[in-house]
């Protein structure tokens, strides 16, 4: 860009030296662009004479044959017709030509030709015009990391062929646009810059700002993705895993922001500072803490946070089974999720339900025969946990055994002392028995008959009433019908 306009400038204050020759001066080539304007710089000189010449007519024309530019515009070859115009004031040596609307069949060497008073001289001097199809992308350009909140200018760099036609351009991010700068030589080309003044918000961080210039049918893209400084957001307290270690879990600060934070604090609930750590450990069950996240721009805190910690059941070695005429089994289980729980007896493929449940604590109360172990299992979507509880047999045994011992020496003696009473009553009371004596004899066929098939069942449904406690025989004979009935009436007196 220096070296052409310094060129050009150079050349236009070396003409004056030339004074006297025939000569153009103009660059080999112009690129323009296709729709747009170019703008050929040119400037002349010519012998000198005493006499001064007032009267100039300067001409261009296309491969020696068609005109492009005379100032009888009738001269004008049609292509060319309205789209050419001396820029230059030809008195001032200067023969620069623009041609407006630029089309690929404009290619080819363009020349001047002056004519005067009294003499006419065409140039030998030649400059092409390339038609060019694309414009190049501008340049965006702004600091390389900006801060948030704090208003910042932007600037496009849009090249160009001519400076009446310049492009329309827009910017992806809302903000001030100030007017276009002054057109610039930029080798063949021009140079506009346009200038945005915007506030970078965070959202803007990693995202392309991008300046759009719209030429004649043809637009154009350039960016430049943003950095931009911010102080945290969303700052939370994390729980990094449900892995526990001795009940407590270790707690980051999660944040967002950039650059990313460098330092942290720990609040407890009540606003004192715990700790000044990436991380903090905390006691599994605990009441709300804060986290304040803090990097070059600034800082956030969390506010207090409750935290769900979620971890997979852990019984506790409290929990126990009592063995009295039921078994009451309680399982202590801490988890969170709450878990579902379930116990097995000795047969491990039936499980049973708690019969009620209170906060962590889970009872099973019932008759589940005489187990030596009861388990309790719990499981929440974490994992799960079982314990094998011990049911002592001591109570329930002793007190059966104990029942079952004094039942059976009871219903000893009482035989005992039945068999004695019968014999001698036998005696001396017959008559009273008369009658159901024939009855019970009647009976006692059937009962014999029965008892072979022997279900007592049978005894218990046809029997008389007394005859249930032939059940509880205490030697290896059966009673006798008779006895039964003395039985029966013994039983009465108690
Ligand atoms: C943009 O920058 C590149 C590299 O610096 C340069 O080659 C190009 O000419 C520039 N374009 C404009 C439109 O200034
Ligand atoms: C555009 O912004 C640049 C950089 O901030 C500044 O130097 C230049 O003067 C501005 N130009 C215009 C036209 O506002
Ligand atoms: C416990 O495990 C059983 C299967 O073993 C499953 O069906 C049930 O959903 C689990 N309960 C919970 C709370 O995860
Ligand atoms: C009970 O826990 C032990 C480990 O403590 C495990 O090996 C076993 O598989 C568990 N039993 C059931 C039924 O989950």
């Keep these: 860009m220096v070296f052409w306009s310094c060129l050009f400038f150079l050349w236009l204050k070396a003409s ?27 400037t002349f000189s010519y012998p000198e004479n005493e006499k001064t010449y007032t009267e100039f007519t300067g001409i261009w024309y296309k491969e020696y044959s068609a005109v492009v530019y005379n100032k009888d515009t009738s001269k004008i070859a049609g292509s060319f017709k309205g789209r050419t115009s001396l820029i230059g004031d030809l008195r001032q040596n200067d023969c620069s030509l623009k041609i407006n609307s630029l089309s690929s069949s404009d290619a080819g060497s363009f020349m001047f030709r002056t004519e005067m008073k009294y003499f006419k001289y065409s140039y030998g001097e030649k400059v092409s015009i390339i038609g060019k199809e694309t414009p ?11 801060t948030s909140g704090k208003p910042v200018t932007a600037t496009c760099a849009v090249s160009h062929s001519c400076p009446s036609d310049l492009p329309k351009v827009t910017w992806s991010h809302h903000g001030k646009q100030s007017s276009p700068s002054q057109p610039q030589n930029h080798g063949q080309w021009k140079l506009t810059s346009y200038n945005l003044t915007f506030t970078p918000s965070r ?61 942290y604090q720990w609040f407890s609930s009540n606003g004192k500072m715990l700790a000044e750590s990436p991380t903090y450990k905390l006691k599994r069950v605990s009441e709300a803490i804060s986290c304040t996240a803090i990097n070059t721009e600034g800082e956030k805190s969390s506010g207090p946070q409750k935290l769900n910690i979620l971890y997979p059941p852990e019984i506790k070695s409290e929990s126990s089974c009592q063995s009295k005429i039921l078994t009451v089994c309680v399982c202590i289980v801490d988890s969170n999720p709450p878990s579902e729980v379930k116990w097995f007896g000795p047969d491990s493929s039936k499980a049973f339900s708690s019969t009620s449940s ?9 008759w589940l025969g005489f187990p030596e172990t009861v388990q309790c299992f719990a499981n929440n979507s974490l994992g799960s946990s079982n314990i094998t509880l011990e049911a002592p047999q001591n109570g329930i045994i002793i007190y059966i055994a104990v029942g079952s011992a004094v039942v059976v020496v009871l219903a000893c003696i009482l035989v005992y002392v039945v ?18 004596t024939q009855k019970t004899t009647q009976n006692k066929s059937d009962l014999e008959n029965k008892e072979v098939k022997g279900s007592n069942e049978d005894i218990y449904t046809n029997s008389s009433k007394g005859r249930v406690y032939d059940n509880w025989g205490c030697g290896a004979t059966p009673f006798s019908s008779d006895r039964a ?3 029966e009436a013994v039983y009465a007196n108690m």
Excluded at 358 to 366: H, I, P, S, V
Excluded at 429 to 434: A, C, R, S
């Design 136 to 146: 190049e992308n501008p340049n965006v350009s702004v600091e390389e990391e900006v």
């Design 358 to 366: 209170k906060q962590n604590e889970f009872t099973l109360q019932g």
């Design 16 to 42: 004056p030296a030339n004074a006297g020759e025939w000569s153009a001066k103009m660059p080999e080539s112009v690129v323009g662009l296709s729709g747009s304007c170019v703008l050929i710089p040119c």
């Design 485 to 487: 009935l003395e039985d």
């Design 419 to 436: 068999r004695r009473r019968c014999g001698k009553r036998a005696a001396q009371q017959p008559v009273m028995k008369n009658e159901q």
């Design 203 to 263: 959202e803007d961080h990693n995202k392309r700002l991008s300046c759009t210039a719209e030429f004649k049918g043809k637009t154009v893209t350039g960016y430049k993705t943003l950095k931009v400084k911010y102080p945290p957001y969303n700052v939370n307290v994390v729980a990094k895993s449900s892995v526990k270690e001795n009940d407590f879990v270790e707690l980051t600060c999660s944040s967002n922001s950039n650059p990313p934070a460098n330092s």
